[in-house]
C-alpha cells in the first residue's frame, strides 16, 4: 500500500501533463515515468513477469523507439492541430470513458470479492500460472494476437512507403545543378575552403585565402563572425611578424 500511495500521486500528475505538454519528447517523458511506476506496482502485487514485460518490452523497447524517432526525425507542434480524420476526438473521448469503467468495475469485483481463484492459480508461481494458461486453455487467441500484430506492423510500413515521383538524381545531374547555381546565383561550387587554408596558421578564426590573396568569409564560421573574433590574415611578412610579437606580449602579459 505504500508503493501504491507514493507511486499513485505521481503517475496521475505524470499522465495529466501527457495531455498539457506542448512537445512530443517531453510527452514521451513523462509516459516512461506512468510506465516505470506501473510496473513498480506490478512487482508490489508479486506479478514478477508483468513487472519484467512492462520494463522491458514497454519501457524499454517500445517507448525508447518511439523517443529515438522523435529526436532524430522531429515533430512540429502545429501537425497535433490538424484532424486528418473527422471525428477522431469525440471518439477518442468516448473509447477513454469506456476504458476507465472497465478498469472502474475491474477494480471493484477485485475489492469486493467477486473475482476468485487467484490463489489457486499462482499457486505454483505467477509466471508458471500465466504460461501454463497462454498455452493451453488460450492458445488459440494468443496465435490470432500474434498475427494480428504482424500484419499491423506490415500494414504501417505499406502505409509509411512512399514511391519516388522524381529520378534519383545522378552524379552529373549534381554537377549540372551545382554549374548552373553558379552561373545564376554565383554558389561556390565546390565543398568551401576549411579555416586557415593558405594562411599563416590554421586557426579556426582565420579565414581562408583564395588565390588572388583576399580572405574567404565563407570558410568562418557564421558564429565567430557575428561575434567578431574572426582574425584577419596577415598582408605581408612584416605584419605576421608583427602579430607574432603580438600574441607572445599577450601570452607573456597573461602568464
Do not use: C
Amino acid at each position: 500500500m505504500i508503493a501504491f500511495w507514493v507511486l499513485a500521486p505521481i503517475m496521475v500528475v505524470a499522465a495529466l501533463g501527457i495531455l498539457f505538454v506542448r512537445k512530443a519528447v517531453h510527452a514521451a517523458l513523462l509516459l516512461a515515468v506512468v510506465m516505470v511506476s506501473l510496473a513498480v506496482l506490478y512487482l508490489a502485487l508479486e506479478a514478477p513477469f508483468l513487472f519484467a514485460v512492462q520494463i522491458i518490452v514497454y519501457t524499454g523497447a517500445i517507448l525508447m523507439l518511439f523517443l529515438f524517432v522523435l529526436m532524430l526525425v522531429g515533430v512540429d507542434a502545429s501537425d497535433s492541430l490538424v484532424e486528418t480524420i473527422r471525428g477522431q476526438r469525440v471518439l477518442a473521448a468516448l473509447g477513454g470513458l469506456v476504458l476507465g469503467l472497465v478498469l472502474v468495475i475491474g477494480v471493484a469485483q477485485m475489492s469486493l470479492g467477486a473475482v476468485t481463484g487467484l490463489e489457486v492459480a499462482n499457486q505454483d508461481g505467477n509466471i508458471e500460472g500465466l504460461a501454463n494458461i497462454l498455452f493451453s486453455r488460450y492458445v488459440f487467441a494468443f496465435e490470432v494476437t500474434s498475427a494480428l500484430l504482424i500484419t499491423a506492423a506490415m500494414g504501417a510500413m505499406v502505409l509509411a512507403h512512399r514511391e519516388r515521383l522524381t529520378p534519383k538524381p545522378t552524379q552529373a545531374t549534381i554537377a549540372a545543378d551545382k554549374v548552373k547555381a553558379y552561373a545564376e546565383r554565383g554558389q561556390h561550387l565546390g565543398p568551401l575552403p576549411p579555416p586557415g587554408v593558405f594562411a599563416r596558421h590554421n586557426a579556426v578564426d582565420t579565414p581562408a585565402l583564395l588565390p588572388d590573396g583576399t580572405p574567404a568569409e565563407v570558410s568562418v564560421s557564421r558564429v565567430l563572425a557575428a561575434r567578431g573574433v574572426v582574425r584577419q590574415p596577415p598582408r605581408d611578412v612584416e605584419e605576421h611578424e608583427r602579430q607574432q610579437r603580438e600574441q607572445q606580449l599577450e601570452r607573456g602579459d597573461e602568464r
